[in-house]
């Protein structure tokens, strides 16, 4: 063996030598830091009560590792009461949160009820007409298919609760049968479209509009008994005496035909007779002004002349008829207006 293997010899003996020394004085240094850990843990203690009055004094021993498990024992219990308070008092205000949603969620429900019962009263009034209606245009209205069909066209099984399905709540199965009705009713409507159609110059050729278009229009003298203005005799009248309380307003035509009198008269002052089809004439009398001229053609609804004062009259007013052949006949029965004097 060389020289340099013998020093490198000597060198691995002398560091694994300090090595096993420092790795042992490691060792020794924890187990001397543990017991000494321990003796402070176990060093003892005594706690003595002294009351103020006569009575024994009381006194127990204990050490440190004891009296400080007690004391993390203690912490423990008392974050663990006040964590749980806070969890209580917030899971408190969420439920209080809500209660409060609740009822007004149920206040809103009970909203939504009677707009849902008002929804039904509409729509039975709504039936109600419908079906008459049908019945005078001699249609038939047709049954609605499905299940939840409204037979002979009754909304009543609407509100019989026998025929709520299973599972559902009643506003929601009453809703369906409305829907199902709603859609039965579709065709029969239709029908009645085409029906107007098809008629549509059959209306403009009876006198079926009011002949004064005007928000301030009334009637002041219907057809029919009546006290004269003037003499105070009861008399037939025989027109309907339509009144803006003012002259100038515009005055339409019943409707389409051809003008056949345009004149003065003492007693209807400035007057217009259109002629229309199926043997109708109307008369419209104590005009301002003329807007038409005899021989005309009109529409329905065309300005022919104003409102006046013309004639024997109490004031500005329209004296409208309406004869069929020789027969004069009560306008009202034409047009859709509420007679009011």
């Known amino acids: 063996m060389s020289k340099t293997q013998k020093t490198i010899k000597k060198y691995e003996k002398r560091f694994a030598s300090n090595v096993t020394k420092g790795f042992g004085s490691f060792i020794k240094s924890i187990g001397n830091f543990f017991v000494k850990i321990f003796k402070a843990l176990d060093s003892k203690l005594t706690i003595m009560i002294v009351p103020h009055s006569q009575s024994k004094v009381i006194n127990f021993q204990t050490n440190v590792f004891a009296l400080s498990l007690s004391a993390l024992v203690i912490i423990g219990i008392l974050g663990s009461f006040f964590y749980y308070n806070r969890r209580s008092i917030s899971t408190n205000m969420e439920i209080a949160n809500l209660q409060d949603q609740n009822r007004a ?18 729509a039975k009034r709504f039936q109600n007409s419908l079906s008459q209606s049908l019945s005078l245009l001699g249609i038939s209205q047709v ?25 559902t709540s009643r506003e929601v199965s009453d809703i369906r049968e409305l829907t199902s009705y709603l859609e039965g009713a579709v065709e029969p409507i239709e029908q009645i479209g085409k029906m107007l159609k098809t008629q549509q110059s059959l209306f403009t050729e009876i006198p079926s509009i009011n002949p004064v278009k005007n928000p301030n229009v009334h009637i002041s003298m219907a057809f029919g008994p009546n006290m004269h203005p003037l003499n105070g005799n009861w008399y037939i009248h025989k027109g309907i005496d339509f009144s803006t309380w003012r002259s100038g307003d515009p005055v339409l035509a019943t409707a389409s035909g051809q003008v056949v009198t345009v004149g003065y008269d003492n007693s209807f002052g400035n007057f217009i007779i259109i002629k229309h089809n199926h043997g109708i004439y109307t008369r419209y009398a104590h005009l301002n002004s003329f807007r038409v001229k005899k021989g005309q053609l009109v529409d329905q609804g065309e300005v022919i002349g104003t409102i006046g004062n013309t004639g024997i009259s109490t004031g500005p007013h329209l004296h409208y008829e309406v004869h069929i052949g020789s027969d004069v006949v009560d306008p009202a029965k034409y047009i859709n207006i509420k007679v009011a004097k």
């Open 105 to 122: 969620t149920l206040a809103s429900l009970d909203e939504l009820r009677d707009e849902n019962a008002n929804l039904f009263q509409a």
């Open 143 to 167: 049954e609605n298919s499905s299940n939840s069909s409204i037979s002979n066209s009754d909304l009543s099984s609407l509100f019989s609760s026998s025929e709520i399905t299973n599972g």
